[in-house]
């Protein structure tokens, strides 16, 4: 923690430092209250007691421009779930190489979703959240460098961004956190924008090895006794070490008349492991009434169990209730029907309220929670 | 009544006079401008003018009222759409808004002194220190 604060306070001092150097402060904030609206449902972190910490969270960001086309930003960000403690979100220098092409290195926000970059500045869309469903990959950041490239094709705005890097930290899998490395990181991400509409394509691959404690544990853990059983193969086909991983994502909106279109359709992948196939997608519509902008969305969650890893094993065998459990624990069918509205009563600020059912098909259990809460940017 | 007749006009000039948005160069700048390219230029998806040459936006702040008019007639959009837009690409480091200065005085100032600067005045406001690159109605 003081580590923490030296670093912060040494960043700061040398920014401050450089004396020539224009720097730009700006902040955003999410104050979120929410509820789980029976007392048994369990939505997003939420349950049924009131919590003001659990979405909310606050951050600076600082944007140094050294000359000579070199900037450096630093983004630190404090969420209410992790108790206010400041992390560097991202941090990384930014090197234009022409009025087109730009260089960033350092810590990124992979370019996964259309909304990946500002998932966490709500003023920036009209959800009070990004779609779960969707948005629910379980890392959001990477160590690496990215090539920006803006140009006009005809009538079309054109971005195109190439990134490579890796990730190392923890990742969710299922309901449990895993120790994750995700090495080898290389996408693509284009958008094609052309007055109201634009069109998005996205596609990362990496090798990903996952740490979980039951399984990956010496001697006691699954793989260990399973390999101890002759069945070192099994225990291949399960575990995540070195897998080739996919991403890839696609998505349009439509701002004409008013009316807002955005939809994404994303597919996940873990080769070889015990990781179901990730398929998402959702699809939101919503109308600006001058300040207010009402909109529903609907969103569906597809994990397949790779059930075709223990059909060889008989069913009387006793490692074949483990390793079935195993596999299909992430197995999850579920559809989210969200209905909120955004309310710009301020400059700088927009009031949102957004209710939310989850109808998970697979456990056989449907969640609503409701959010309000207050985003601004400062 | 005729107190009525009076105001009637009155509110019907400042009206227009807060209608009309003059874009405005420096009077060296032989640039044309579509309001294509002045949307470009003040989104940062353009840097130059069209003949190729660095352009510097200058924005006036939310608080004087052209800034709304000026964001709704050349940008299609209100402020708040302006500042969720730039918010996306701010904290991404994607991109920086044009500065914003307090009154159209320091626009007219501005853009007088630097070839590279480009921004907006109320039409009524616009002097001979500065060339008007197109009027918006």
């Known amino acids: 923690m003081l580590k923490r604060k030296l670093l912060a306070a040494t960043i700061a001092a040398s920014l401050c430092g450089a004396s020539q150097a224009a720097v730009d402060i700006n902040g955003f904030a999410s104050i979120k209250g929410g509820m789980a609206l029976s007392s048994d449902d369990e939505l997003y972190g939420y349950d049924n007691d009131f919590s003001f910490k659990n979405e909310s969270l606050a951050a600076l960001q600082v944007k140094s421009d050294l000359g000579d086309k070199l900037s450096v930003t630093a983004q630190l960000l404090g969420r209410g779930t992790d108790d206010w403690d400041v992390k560097f979100e991202w941090a990384f220098l930014s090197y234009d190489l022409t009025d087109s092409l730009r260089v960033n290195a350092g810590r990124l926000r992979t370019p996964f979703y259309k909304y990946s970059d500002f998932r966490d500045v709500g003023y920036a869309y009209d959800w009070s959240r990004v779609p779960q469903s969707v948005y629910g990959l379980g890392f959001d950041n990477i160590e690496g460098a990215s090539l920006y490239h803006t140009t006009t094709l005809g009538n079309f705005d054109s971005a195109l961004q190439l990134i490579v890097g890796s990730y190392d930290g923890d990742a969710a899998i299922g309901d449990a956190t895993a120790e994750a490395q995700i090495d080898n990181v290389t996408g693509v991400a284009w958008e094609l924008g052309q007055d109201g509409y634009s069109f998005r394509v996205a596609y990362l691959i990496g090798k990903t090895t996952f740490y979980v404690d039951p399984l990956d544990t010496p001697v006691t853990g699954l793989y260990a006794q399973l390999t101890g059983f002759g069945l070192g193969a099994l225990a291949k086909d399960l575990d995540i070490i070195d897998e080739s991983s996919s991403f890839a994502g696609i998505g349009f909106n439509i701002d004409k008349n008013d009316w807002l279109l955005v939809s994404e359709v994303t597919k996940a992948t873990v080769d070889d492991s015990f990781i179901s196939d990730q398929e998402s997608y959702y699809i939101s519509i919503g109308h600006r009434f001058d300040s207010i902008t009402p909109y529903v969305s609907f969103e569906k969650e597809d994990n397949q169990a790779k059930t075709e890893i223990y059909a060889a094993v008989p069913t009387a065998s006793p490692i074949f209730t483990p390793v079935a459990g195993l596999v299909n624990s992430l197995e999850l069918e579920r559809d989210s029907i969200n209905v909120g509205v955004r309310y710009d009563f301020h400059p700088s600020a927009a009031l949102k309220a957004q209710y939310t059912n989850a109808d998970n098909k697979t456990a056989d259990r449907k969640d609503s929670v409701l959010v309000v809460g207050v985003d601004l940017v400062f | ?137």
């Not at chain 2, 008019?69 to 050349?74: E, G, L, R, V």
């Not at chain 2, 005085?105 to 921004?119: F, M």
Request: overall charge positive; charged content about 20%; hydrophobic content about 50%.
């Open chain 2, 1 to 137: 009544m005729l107190k009525k007749l009076i105001l009637i006009p009155a509110l019907a000039l400042s009206f227009m006079a807060a209608a009309n948005v003059a874009v405005i160069v420096h009077p060296s700048n032989a640039a044309t401008l579509s309001q294509d390219d002045i949307n470009k230029l003040f989104t940062g998806r353009a840097k130059t003018f069209t003949d190729g040459k660095a352009a510097e936006p200058v924005n006036l702040a939310e608080a004087v009222a052209v800034r709304a008019d000026f964001d709704q007639k050349a940008l299609g959009r209100s402020s708040s759409q302006m500042k969720a837009y730039w918010s996306k690409l701010v904290f991404t480091g994607k991109g920086t808004p044009p500065k914003e200065l307090a009154s159209e005085q320091e626009v007219l100032d501005a853009v007088a002194k630097n070839p590279a600067a480009i921004g907006y005045v109320s039409a009524a406001a616009v002097t001979g220190s500065v060339k008007v690159a197109l009027t918006l109605n």
